[in-house]
C-alpha cells in the first residue's frame, strides 16, 4: 500500500514524549474499563473503585450539614447509585438484627430498607445492573454454648430492596465484595455470575480477608490468613501469582499506575507495606516499624 505523501518522520527526540502519553492514555482508558461493571457514580463500593483507590468523582464537600439520617445500628461504610442514591447497612449489637437502607442523596428522607433478623451484613457494592452484592452471616446458638455461623452473598434490587438471589458461602467472609469488568462478583475465593449467581470458580487461594481489587487486566488481587499477597486469573480462578509476608494480609490490596507499571500495594500485620508489580517482584516495603 502506497503511503500518504503528506507523512513526514517523528524525530527521535519528540518521540519518547509521544509514547509516554499514548502509554497513559491507554493505562487510564484500561482502569476505566475495569470498573465498568461497577454503577456509573462517585462512590459505587467502598474503597471507591475496583482498584480500592479511595479516589472518588465529583467537587469537594463544604463544612455546610445537608441532612442526617438516624439507623437503627452502627451504619457501615455507603456506597452510591447513579442517581444518587445512599446505600448502607446498620448493626444493633443488642438484638442482632442488622438492616439495609436506601436513602435519598438529596434530602436524606428514606427510599426502603430491608431488615435481616440475625444477620450482620458487609457494606454494599452496586453494579450497572443496578444489582446491589453483599455478604451477611448469621450465627446459631446450640445448647447455649456452641455458635454455628452461616455465610451468605446476597443480590437485592436497588430499586426496591428484593432479594434476587443468595449463595451460601463454604468459606465466610464478612466483607464487601468486588465487581469485575464481564461483571462477575468476587469475594473472599470465589467468583459468581452477578446476574444469576450461578458459581463460575472457586480459587486455590485460602481465606480471603479482605476486599479484593481488580486490575486493568482483570486480574483479582487479594490476600489471606496464611500471609499471601496473590494474583488470580478472572477467568478461571487459577493462580498468577503469590508472594508471601512475615503475617496475616488483612487489608484490601490497591492497584495503581505507577509509572509503566501496574503495581499492586499490599498491607501485612508484619508491620510492613509490601509495593508488587505485574511480575510478582517485591519492588519496596517502604513502612516497616
Given at each position: 500500500m502506497k503511503e500518504p505523501s503528506n507523512l513526514r518522520p517523528i524525530p527521535g527526540a519528540a518521540l519518547g514524549p509521544i509514547l509516554r502519553c499514548l502509554l497513559a492514555a491507554a493505562l487510564w482508558v484500561l482502569a476505566l474499563s475495569s470498573n465498568a461493571q461497577?454503577?456509573?457514580?462517585?462512590?459505587?463500593?467502598?474503597?471507591?473503585?475496583?482498584?480500592?483507590?479511595?479516589?472518588?468523582?465529583?467537587?469537594y464537600a463544604t463544612s455546610t450539614l445537608q441532612w442526617s439520617f438516624q439507623a437503627l445500628g452502627t451504619v457501615s461504610d455507603p456506597a452510591i447509585g447513579p442517581d444518587g442514591t445512599v446505600y448502607f447497612t446498620d448493626r444493633t449489637a443488642s438484638s442482632g438484627t442488622a438492616d439495609l437502607y436506601a436513602v435519598d442523596g438529596a434530602t436524606g428522607k428514606l427510599k426502603w430498607s430491608d431488615l435481616h433478623m440475625g444477620m450482620t451484613l458487609s457494606s454494599p457494592a452496586i453494579g450497572a445492573n443496578g444489582i446491589l452484592y453483599l455478604t451477611g452471616y448469621l450465627q446459631l446458638l446450640i445448647g447455649n454454648q456452641f455458635i454455628v455461623t452461616y455465610y451468605y452473598l446476597f443480590a437485592i434490587n436497588s430499586a426496591n430492596g428484593n432479594l434476587m438471589w443468595l449463595d451460601y458461602l463454604p468459606v465466610g467472609s464478612t466483607n464487601s465484595p468486588t465487581i469485575g469488568p464481564n461483571g462477575d462478583v468476587y469475594i473472599s475465593?470465589?467468583?459468581?455470575?452477578?446476574?444469576t449467581g450461578a458459581l463460575k470458580w472457586t480459587s486455590s487461594t485460602s481465606g480471603g480477608l479482605n476486599c479484593p481489587a481488580v486490575g486493568p487486566d482483570g486480574a483479582i488481587y487479594s490476600g489471606?490468613?496464611?500471609?499471601?499477597?496473590?494474583?488470580?486469573?478472572?477467568?478461571?480462578?487459577?493462580?498468577?501469582?503469590?508472594?508471601?509476608?512475615?503475617?496475616?494480609?488483612?487489608?484490601?490490596?490497591?492497584?495503581?499506575?505507577?509509572?509503566?507499571?501496574?503495581?499492586?500495594?499490599?498491607?501485612s500485620y508484619d508491620d510492613s507495606l509490601y509495593a508488587v508489580d505485574s511480575m510478582a517482584r517485591i519492588a519496596f516495603t517502604p513502612l516497616t516499624t
Open positions: 461497577l454503577a456509573n457514580s462517585g462512590w459505587p463500593k467502598v474503597h471507591g473503585n475496583a482498584q480500592n483507590t479511595g479516589q472518588g468523582s465529583g467537587s475465593e470465589y467468583a459468581f455470575a452477578g446476574s489471606s490468613y496464611s500471609g499471601a499477597g496473590n494474583a488470580t486469573d478472572p477467568s478461571t480462578g487459577s493462580e498468577i501469582w503469590s508472594i508471601k509476608t512475615k503475617n496475616e494480609i488483612a487489608t484490601s490490596p490497591v492497584v495503581g499506575p505507577n509509572g509503566t507499571d501496574n503495581s499492586v500495594y499490599f498491607g
